[in-house]
């Protein structure tokens, strides 16, 4: 029978949602993509912009024509009652409840034995006992590297944020449930391991931080695995977490919400930083690591956000030299306190402003790969196509390999060397070592 475990949103959701998968595997199920006919869907919302909720309700109408459909996630929790209405093969799963989808394949197999139908053996399932870190995944479908979720919650009240309404307070894996997953998934053969949170900075963060936390992973792992973090909030990123960042195996990539640089505009939606306090902390992460790939997160059309405010934000990006830019147009979100915002930004400007904004990262990411050419990497093998094998270095470039070893499979880890970029060829060429 074919599952599927759609998801929207940020890494958390996407480690969430390969614990849910993995637990259907290891129960019988097979798990499918998108694009191959399930008999089960369940879809991971997200309700960071209402354009991912769009897409959510779109995806959920479409798998639900064909057969049950499970939605959760962060949408899910803040608009139950809206997206039962868009089909009667939809059921509703409250965040508060998605810990719950780890046990629901062991009840469904139970249920079709009993002569129950999938939607009926959904419907008939209650389990009261789960914890948001029950997702520990011995597997990963649609990923070749594993996630590891250590922090769920954030304790901030940024003012345009639903998150932290759907996530609730900041929450945190003890650390040595965290190193022995660690050493779980090392013992599986994964090369590297991806940890992820709502806010990962806000881990543990009255006490030993994440960087206490980086120290006792460091320790206790072996040389051949790479660690990698998901997003960073700079509020939280202290003297510790950077002198832990220096290791080896922690991996040149950090992606930053920067959000604006304009200190104006922070104070108006309730940033806990200031852009000096951030650029000092971008020269650190340049002495941890040499040249690493740094992404930041931009919303623009903040409200507050002026022509002065928005060219200080182009600017700093620019000097600043990040390598890519995800950036945002503002989506006021219910229940928060910028939703009906008396000084918003024209929808033109906001979106004329995205779209400088999107051909500035274009450039700098193509500055940055150039740079990369002739540089010694490491290669975690994804996937093969037309002959070819795939793979994402340490600084976080999907890559193409000229020449990979005969015994190459997905999550190997190889080295290589940058080719010259070639920006008509698609992805930057790594020549891998003999």
């Known amino acids: 029978m074919n599952v599927c475990v759609y998801t929207l949103g940020c890494r958390l959701n996407q480690c969430e949602s390969e614990a849910i998968a993995d637990s259907f595997s290891q129960e019988g199920f097979t798990i499918v993509g998108e694009r191959e006919q399930a008999d089960l869907y369940i879809v991971n919302t997200c309700t960071v912009t209402s354009k991912a909720e769009q897409k959510a309700r779109r995806m959920i109408r479409k798998f639900a024509s064909s057969a049950p459909t499970l939605a959760t996630g962060c949408y899910a929790q803040v608009n139950e009652e809206e997206l039962k209405t868009l089909s009667d093969q939809v059921i509703v799963v409250p965040l508060e409840k998605k810990a719950h989808l780890l046990k629901l394949a062991k009840h469904l197999k139970a249920s079709l034995v009993a002569g129950f139908d999938l939607k009926s053996g959904c419907l008939s399932f209650s389990d009261g006992t789960a914890s948001v870190f029950d997702y520990d995944a011995a597997s990963f479908s649609y990923h070749s590297r594993a996630y590891l979720k250590v922090q769920d919650g954030c304790d901030n009240e940024c003012s345009y944020c ?38 990962l900075t806000m881990y543990d963060h009255t006490r030993e931080g994440l960087g206490g936390l980086l120290e006792k992973l460091l320790a206790s792992l072996g040389g051949g695995i790479r660690l990698r973090l998901s997003s960073l909030e700079p509020d939280h990123i202290d003297d510790r977490l950077l002198k832990a960042l220096a290791d080896p195996r922690m991996q040149p990539h950090f992606h930053i919400p920067v959000q604006s640089a304009s200190n104006k505009v922070l104070a108006r939606v309730n940033r806990h930083y200031d852009i000096e306090g951030l650029s000092t902390i971008l020269d650190r992460l340049r002495e941890a690591k040499d040249d690493p790939f740094i992404a930041g997160d931009v919303i623009t059309g903040l409200p507050g956000e002026g022509e002065e405010e ?125």
């Open 162 to 199: 639903r998150v932290h309404i759907a996530r609730g307070k900041a929450v945190s894996l003890e650390s040595a449930t965290v190193v022995e997953r660690a050493l779980a998934l090392e013992a599986a053969g994964f090369s590297e391991i991806m940890l992820t949170g709502v806010n």
């Open 310 to 434: 928005f060219e200080a934000t182009f600017r700093y990006f620019q000097d600043q030299k990040f390598a890519q830019m995800h950036v945002f147009p503002f989506s006021p979100r219910p229940d928060t306190p910028l939703f009906k915002a008396k000084d918003r930004v024209a929808e033109s400007v906001r979106d004329e402003r995205a779209k400088r904004l999107r051909d500035l990262s274009d450039e700098l990411f193509r500055a940055y790969v150039k740079r990369q050419s002739g540089k010694e990497t490491e290669v975690v093998l994804q996937n093969r196509k037309g002959g070819a094998w795939y793979g994402l270095t340490g600084n976080y470039l999907e890559v193409k390999l000229l020449n990979a070893p005969l015994f190459a499979r997905e999550g190997l880890l190889v080295q290589g060397h940058f080719a010259p970029y070639d920006e008509k060829g698609g992805k930057p060429l790594v020549l891998c070592h003999a």
